[in-house]
Every structure is written in C-alpha cells, then in structure tokens.
C-alpha cells in the first residue's frame, strides 16, 4: 500500500500534483531505509540526493 509520508501544510503538494510523484517518492523513502539498514552510504547519498533534486524541481514550480 502507498500512503502520504508528508504531512501538515506539505500535504497540499501533492493534493495538487500527480499521484505518480507520491508514489515514487514513497519508492524512494523505502529504498532509502533499505540502503541505510544495509550500510550502503555511498547509494543512500545518491539516491537522498535525487530525491531533493526532484522535491526541489516540484517546489519550484509552484513558487510565482
């Protein structure tokens, strides 16, 4: 099951996007405690980094 990790005023980002952006973050937040459980830094860094590249691609288009 996919359920909303954010919270608060952040909820209304993804009211307004797609669902397709919530589940892959979802994906992400999962694949990231898996990495972390594993050790496996040097692929939680990348994908953390990733997923702040897209948060901040969504953001910025909902700034005027």
Request: no cysteine.
């Amino acid at each position: 099951a996919v359920f909303p990790l954010a919270i608060g005023p952040a909820q209304g980002i993804f009211e307004i996007g797609n669902r397709h952006v919530l589940e892959r973050a979802n994906r992400q937040h999962e694949r990231l405690i898996k990495l972390l459980r594993r050790g496996d830094g040097a692929r939680a860094v990348r994908l953390v980094r990733e997923h702040l590249q897209g948060t901040e691609h969504i953001l910025g288009g909902l700034l005027p």
